[in-house]
Structure formats: structure tokens, C-alpha cells
């Protein structure tokens, strides 16, 4: 087996977003892409020969052929070995923990995440670091800058690796060990929670809906809701992954999982559901008719943290993305704790979970984890509210309701506009941004607005900056609205409106969430002009 160094020129379109490089599938089929990131990503991150590398992928199609590609890359360029997920399956925070229990290197995550998949659809590759976190800004700045001036990459010459069934191999000088995909992340959600509770649970006829959406945890949640923990079958669906994940969208809200929805709102629903995204580190929270916001299961977890065996001894902080609802900053600060306010993104929540300054994190786009993983973790949060409840003996909505009394209620929504011509896009930021100086003072959907700016985050631990990560207007009672282009899409661009306001008072904690505050949506729309620049009458998805 010889190695090939095979000459290349540079893509100008290789720059990672909020969670490594997402293109369709059809540009990352074009000669040299996919390997020229590769390389470009083993060039950047520094001296690895001898190392482990993590592989693994959420099944979509063209994961296969992209894991036997970056096999041969990784073997040519001198890695030890690699540890790939059986039939190439990995989810991101399976991945996240095998990098962490095996001292690997690094590890490539093959996952385009909640977007769809299929030979017209999306596909991505993202690089995370030796703490099973996904690679910090620096990192992923310098791989971006090696992809523009590539001009070769090595590869082994060697057939392929068969991966269906665990086992060892060599491929030149590196060994490729094919690794059970769900063995490890098991026994990791064994230790952190109690399984004879959950068990008993669940035996006791407490009925529970567990949808994969074709996509990563069908396995995982196939392995440990109903083999570990004695859920009837059809307690799961939709549980072995597809290439193009059904032709679903694989993202767990109210609009794209409504096979789900439509299961706990009829009824004779399940007292609890969940449903997780492509690549398994998504999750949403459903009881019996009841839709948990992601912002408030945070708080809710965070509050409730000592009735699972793993945070018994107590959490020492709590992060969450800016655009995430306060909720979890009230439980913070009735229990004497930190909490963070970073930029969209899970890298961010990295340096603080290694720095020991917080446990749990979370995000309003459906993600929760703690410092088990450096990933948010969608099944991990399901066993984690599956542990509250079979302390509590409640239901899903008594739990979220006593919540509410005690903390208060921040109703919250997000909107998105999805597809929207990207220089509109940007032009409905601005035009709010052209207001930053005279808005505060001004009253607007009944409140006054305190501050107005573009969001900035210093990480703590590291100092490092990053600008630009949202547009700001926040009001005195502290209700908020806020501007963010996703970076996460693959054309065009999503806009996204979060709006937030506080409710003290339990007696008005039972509005519709778009009800409690129509006000602020019709000010959101006002100020930024947004009908009239992309010519959209309402959201694509409302959450
Ligand atoms: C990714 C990141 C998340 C982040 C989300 C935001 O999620 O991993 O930390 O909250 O993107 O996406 P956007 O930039 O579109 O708002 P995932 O699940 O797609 O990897």
C-alpha cells in the first residue's frame, strides 16, 4: 500500500459555520472537497502522528463513502489509529464521549445535523477537539485558512475497510478498530442515572413515545429505552436509520416532528414523548398535550439536578446561549450559582465545562447537555427528565406549572424565516441596528427599551472575542428581542426572531406563548421591516 499525494486547488466556499463545513451533498461529491477539508483539517490542528482519531457519521447518505475516504486520508497522513462507529455510525455526543474515554486526538463528525439528507440533500463534516468538544473558534479559523491555500493532500491507496461488523484492521501502518456504536455512551447514561427507578417507571405503565425520525438515536434509543430499560417496542419510532432519513427533516420541534405531536396530542397520548435530530444531540420534551420549551427543560434539569445519582453532588453552573430564555438564570440565582450567557454555538459551552465553572448548558434550539459529554446530548436529556419524573411521581405539566410558580414563567418563542434572499437578510438586521441609537427611551410593545446592541462574548477562561452574534433590544422588565442570522443553513438565509417576556404572577402563567406576546411580534416585525424586505407574511417555523 503506497501513499498518493494527489495535487489540488483550493474551494473558496470552505469556511465552517456555527458547527463545521455544511454544503449539499452534490458539492461535497465534487472532485477533491471533501478532501481537500480534510486535509486542510489535518494540517491545522497540529502534531497527531501515532494518535487515535475518532470517526463517525449520523448514516446520511454519502456517510459510508466519506468514512472510507478519510480512512485512507488519515492512515496516509499518519494518525496510530481509528476508532470507527459499526456501519459507520456514530452520534455526536457517542462521538463526543469516545473521543473523551479513549485520550483520542480528535474526531471528524460526519453530520449535517437536523438538515435533511439524500443524494439532492445536505451533508457535513465537523472537526472536535481531544475534550470531545467541537473545535474552538481558532481551530476551526485556522482549518478555514488552510482550505484556501491547499495545493495537495495524501492519501492511502488501499481498498476499503468493511465496517458492518465490529472488528480490527490495518490499513498500512494504522490500525482501524470498527467499535460498537452504542456500547460506551450505554454505560455512561448508566452511571448518571438511575435505571432501576427509571425501570420501575416505566413497568409501572407509565407510557412513554420516543421518536429517531430515521435518523442517529434510533439504535442508541432502541439499546437502552427498551433493551436496558424495559419499554414496550412501540415505545419507539421511526428507530433504524435511513441514508435520506425517511425524506423527513429530522429536527425535533413542533412543526417537523408532528408524527410525534400528533401522538401526544391525541388522545389517548403517552404521559411523555421525545423526539432527537439527525445526528442525536437535539432533543424536545413532550408530556400528555404539553410542549416543554427548551429554555425552560434547561431550568427545569438545572433545578432538579440532585434527583439524578450523576448530579447529586451538586452542579457547579449553569451556561446557556444568549438567545436561550432567562429562565435558567433565576433557578442560578436561587441556588447561589453561576451563570453564562455565551454566543449561539456549543463550542462555546467548552472552555467552561473544562475550566470546571459549569455542569449543565443549553440552548433554545432544542439542545441540552452537561460536562458528561463536551456535545449536547438529546438522549442523555430524555433519561435525565425520564429520572425527574420517576423521583417526583408528577406529570410532565405539573412539573413545568410548579416550575413556573416558583421561578416565574419567561414565555418565549422563536420564529424563523427560512429560504429568505441572504442580502435582505442581512439588510432586516440593519435596519434595526440603524436604530440602536435612538431606541432607547422609546416605548415599544408596551415596555420601555432599555439597551440596544450588536451581542459580544469574552470567554472567560481564555479571552478570546467574538463579535456580531446577535442584534439586541432589551427592554427594561427585561423582555428581550432578538436578531440572528442561523449559520447553520445550506441556501440562502434564515432569519431568526426570539422573543422573550417575564411573567411574575402565577394567575397569567396559562397563555399561549404567541398570545403572551403578540405585542412584541408585531414590534419585532415593525422595527426591522421584515415583511416589506423579503416579502413574507408569517414564519416558516414558529417554536
Ligand atoms: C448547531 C450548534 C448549536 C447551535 C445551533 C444553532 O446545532 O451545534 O450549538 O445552537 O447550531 O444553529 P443556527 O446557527 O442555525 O441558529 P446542530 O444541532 O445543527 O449541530
Redesign the pocket.
Known amino acids: 500500500m503506497s501513499v498518493r499525494i494527489v495535487s489540488t486547488r483550493p474551494f473558496d466556499d470552505q469556511k465552517p459555520g456555527?458547527?463545521g463545513l455544511r454544503k449539499k451533498v452534490k458539492v461535497f461529491q465534487k472532485a477533491n472537497y471533501l478532501e481537500n477539508f480534510v486535509q486542510s483539517t489535518f494540517d491545522a490542528i497540529g502534531d497527531f502522528s501515532g494518535q487515535t482519531l475518532v470517526l463517525g457519521g449520523d448514516g446520511r447518505f454519502y456517510n459510508r463513502e466519506a468514512i472510507q475516504t478519510i480512512l485512507k486520508m488519515a492512515a496516509a497522513n499518519g494518525f496510530g489509529r481509528v476508532l470507527v462507529g459499526q456501519g459507520g455510525i456514530l452520534s455526536t455526543p457517542a462521538a463526543s464521549h469516545v473521543i473523551r474515554k479513549n485520550k483520542a486526538y480528535g474526531g471528524l463528525i460526519l453530520s449535517a445535523?437536523?438538515n435533511p439528507a439524500g443524494p439532492d440533500e445536505d451533508f457535513g463534516i465537523k472537526y472536535n477537539i481531544g475534550n470531545g468538544g467541537?473545535a474552538p473558534e481558532g481551530v476551526t479559523e485556522a482549518i478555514f485558512a488552510r482550505t484556501t491555500e491547499i495545493s495537495e493532500y495524501k492519501v492511502l491507496e488501499a481498498s476499503n475497510i468493511p465496517l458492518d461488523s465490529v472488528g480490527s484492521f490495518k490499513l498500512g501502518d494504522m490500525q482501524v478498530e470498527v467499535i460498537d456504536s452504542v456500547h460506551d455512551y450505554a454505560e455512561l447514561m448508566k452511571s448518571l442515572f438511575d435505571f432501576a427507578a427509571i425501570r420501575k417507571l416505566l413497568a409501572g405503565g407509565f407510557r412513554i413515545k420516543f421518536d429517531a425520525m430515521h435518523a442517529v438515536t434510533g439504535p442508541y434509543a432502541t439499546r437502552i429505552l427498551v433493551g436496558l430499560l424495559g419499554a414496550p417496542v412501540d415505545s419507539v419510532m421511526n428507530c433504524v436509520p435511513k441514508e435520506d432519513f425517511g425524506g423527513g427533516h429530522p429536527d425535533p420541534n413542533l412543526t417537523y416532528a408532528h408524527e410525534l405531536v400528533d401522538v401526544m396530542y391525541a388522545d389517548d397520548a403517552p404521559e411523555f414523548g421525545a423526539a432527537s435530530?439527525g445526528?442525536g444531540?437535539?432533543n424536545m420534551i413532550l408530556g400528555n398535550h404539553f410542549f416543554v420549551t427548551p429554555s425552560d427543560s434547561l431550568a427545569i434539569l438545572a433545578a432538579n439536578a440532585k434527583a439524578a445519582p450523576g448530579y447529586r453532588g451538586g452542579i457547579a453552573g449553569i451556561a446557556r446561549?444568549m438567545p436561550t430564555s432567562a429562565a435558567a438564570d433565576r433557578v442560578a440565582a436561587a441556588m447561589g450559582l453561576s451563570c453564562y450567557e455565551t454566543p449561539?454555538?456549543?463550542k462555546f459551552f467548552g472552555n467552561l465545562m473544562d475550566d470546571g465553572r459549569v455542569t449543565l448548558c443549553g440552548?433554545e434550539?432544542f439542545?441540552t447537555g452537561s460536562n458528561h459529554v463536551r456535545e449536547?446530548d438529546g438522549l442523555w436529556a430524555v433519561l435525565f427528565w425520564l429520572n425527574i419524573l420517576a423521583v417526583r411521581q408528577t406529570s410532565v405539566a405539573a412539573i413545568v406549572h410548579e416550575h413556573w410558580k416558583e421561578f416565574g414563567r419567561n414565555y418565549y418563542s422563536r420564529h424563523d424565516y427560512e429560504g429568505v434572499d441572504s442580502a435582505a437578510a442581512e439588510q432586516v438586521l440593519q435596519n434595526v441596528r440603524d436604530q440602536f441609537a435612538t431606541l432607547p427611551g422609546q416605548m415599544l410593545a408596551g415596555r420601555e427599551v432599555a439597551s440596544c446592541d450588536d451581542f459580544a462574548y469574552t470567554d472567560p477562561v481564555d479571552s478570546s472575542v467574538s463579535r456580531n452574534q446577535g442584534v439586541r433590544v432589551l427592554f427594561k422588565d427585561g423582555s428581550r428581542i432578538i436578531f440572528?442570522l442561523?449559520?447553520?443553513?445550506t441556501s440562502g438565509a434564515?432569519i431568526?426572531i426570539y422573543l422573550e417576556s417575564y411573567e411574575a404572577d402565577a394567575s397569567k402563567h396559562d397563555l399561549d406563548a404567541q398570545d403572551a406576546l403578540a405585542a412584541m411580534i408585531t414590534a419585532a416585525g415593525e422595527i426591522s421591516r421584515l415583511r416589506k424586505l423579503t416579502g413574507r407574511d408569517a414564519p416558516t417555523v414558529i417554536t
Do not use: M, Y
Open positions: 456555527t458547527s445535523s437536523h467541537p435530530d445526528d444531540d437535539r446561549s449561539t454555538g456549543w440552548e434550539s439542545g449536547k440572528r442561523s449559520g447553520t443553513g434564515t431568526r
